[in-house]
């Protein structure tokens, strides 16, 4: 069986302003931040994102409670990546069987996908998974359905996507119209680099089942 578990966030959802506003409303951080300034905080991952604006760790904790509590309820706000349906429908005609892992709550998550009429092609949403916790979920995924390492791969758009799923012994394949710069997702060695949502069809071909 081939598995493909999907990131959320910047992955399948288009949700980069609607987080940086919600960031916005919960610390008061109104800096106007330039587009270079913004591409340069693409370019770092996580943690150094955290520093860069002074977000002490102590506080993340409250600010994702709270911020995908605030998420639900503005996520009519939020579009699904432009022809990622197209794909998930072929990858599912074409054998994959497709789940996610994320970051964000499976509430925000199921109501997204029924929303955009995408909630047929995943098998299973496990959410909560914590900002830098999707290894440990990974590999119990890995463990309890018993699924095949070499044919089972994480898609992500962030660079603790990658660390995650090297962790987990997944080969993974890293989006470049998320969260994360290309330059910094191409540094950290993916499986592979989509650049636009059609190029998962050429990493996922059709396979006989």
Not at 65 to 73: A, D, E, F, N, V
Not at 148 to 170: F, M, N
């Amino acid at each position: 069986m081939k598995t493909i578990i999907f990131d959320f966030d910047g992955t399948i959802a288009d949700s980069l302003e609607l987080v940086i506003e919600i960031y916005r409303q919960l610390t008061g951080d109104n800096r106007k931040l330039t587009v270079s300034e913004r591409e340069a905080l693409r370019k770092l991952p996580a943690q150094r994102v955290m520093k860069t604006l002074g977000v002490s760790v102590w506080r993340l904790p409250f600010l994702v409670r709270k911020g995908r509590k605030i998420m639900h309820s503005r996520l009519d706000e939020v579009a699904v990546f432009e022809g990622l349906p197209d794909v998930l429908r072929t990858l599912q005609e074409r054998g994959y069987t497709m789940r996610i892992v994320t970051s964000n709550s499976a509430k925000n998550v199921e109501f997204f996908l029924d929303k955009h009429a995408l909630n047929s092609y995943f098998t299973d949403i496990v959410g909560n998974a914590g900002l830098f916790g999707k290894a440990r979920v990974l590999r119990r995924i890995v463990t309890s359905e018993k699924l095949d390492l070499a044919q089972t791969y994480y898609v992500g758009d962030e660079a603790r996507d990658i660390t995650a799923s090297k962790k987990a012994k997944l080969p993974i394949v890293a989006v470049g119209w998320g969260y994360n710069h290309t330059t910094l997702l191409q540094d950290l060695e993916p499986y592979a680099l989509a650049e636009k949502p059609s190029d998962l069809l050429k990493i996922f071909p059709e396979f006989s089942t």
